[in-house]
DNA sequence: TATTGTTATACTCTATAACTATA
DNA sequence: TATAGTTATAGAGTATAACAATA
């Protein structure tokens, strides 16, 4: 059974077709994404939770600011994001020295741990999926995520 | 270049690298998606609104339930979800014969008119973004999106 | 008793608008 | 005046729990 190789010796698809495909799809995966990261206590984070953390994770010393843009977010609603994460514990917010309108974000060790864990679970339950690709398709996976990537970048 | 047949000769990812990027690489799409279903009014639907009326639209005679469980949501989730349509008239209500249990859930003629229109400008602004990826990416995500409704769908 | 659906309640996510504090 | 952030308000999406109606 070839259906992947046979598929790419037909007739290439159009742009439309895959952009009709695609509105179906994504939001198929992201349900599978949210379920998993919800179903796997204790200490679940919601996926904008879980990716502002690695954003901080990576980038010490941001302000609210600087993860808003990155994420592509109004800057209230990610005071209101962090407002959460710091309620639990996850993060600090600290004035900057320097600009005192700036407010620095960061990791806590708790912080650090539940990313960790969080990140492990959702990794996990996903490679679980994954497993049912061929290596071709996950060949091709990895291709297109790296398109993704680029063509998605920043809102 | 021909960074995509050359990246198939070289080591295949890992599930786990797989999976990782897609945990970071899934989100941005969708968000991608979700900023340009609301991005062009008017009329605007939100991603679930949508699927649940692209499901209304190839079943006919359907119940809250099936749709329910097509998308893995709680009835109550569901409900509410359909509310909102009622209320915009893009959808129908109605008592099933038989059994005065099922609320049977119609698109209106206005809902089907809506939908067209939110699929046209969906895709059309999903294409500008796939427009930027090779023929040979635009392939491989064909691939994908299929291997993908294979190992997400329901679930 | 089991199934279908609604309502009540409570989160999170997200936005806009109005505001404060700082530069 | 412009920038960084917060607060108020609002609507969508989602869940669980309690409930009503029907089978």
Redesign the interface.
């Known amino acids: 059974m070839e259906p992947?190789c046979a598929?790419?010796k037909s007739a290439?698809?159009s742009?439309?077709?895959?952009?009709?495909?695609?509105?179906?799809?994504?939001?198929?995966?992201?349900?599978?994404?949210r379920?998993e990261m919800r179903a796997h206590r204790p200490e679940e984070l919601s996926?904008?939770q879980?990716?502002t953390m690695?954003y901080l994770e990576r980038h010490v010393g941001v302000s609210i600011s600087d993860v808003a843009d990155h994420?592509?977010l109004a800057l209230s609603s990610t005071s209101q994001l962090i407002d959460g994460l710091v309620k639990r514990q996850y993060v600090t917010r600290e004035i900057a020295e320097g600009d005192r309108r700036r407010a620095i974000v960061s990791l806590t060790a708790h912080g650090k741990t539940i990313l960790a864990s969080a990140?492990e679970q959702?990794?996990?339950r996903?490679?679980e999926?994954?497993?049912?690709?061929s290596?071709e398709?996950?060949?091709?996976?990895?291709?297109?995520?790296?398109?993704?990537?680029?063509?998605?970048?920043r809102?």
């Open positions: 992947f598929r790419r290439p698809p742009i439309e077709n895959c952009a009709e495909q695609l509105v179906s799809t994504i939001p198929l995966v992201m349900r599978a994404l379920k996926i904008p879980f990716r690695i994420h592509g990140r959702a990794q996990a996903m490679a999926r994954l497993a049912l690709l290596p398709e996950l060949q091709t996976l990895a291709t297109v995520l790296q398109a993704f990537d680029r063509i998605f970048a809102g």
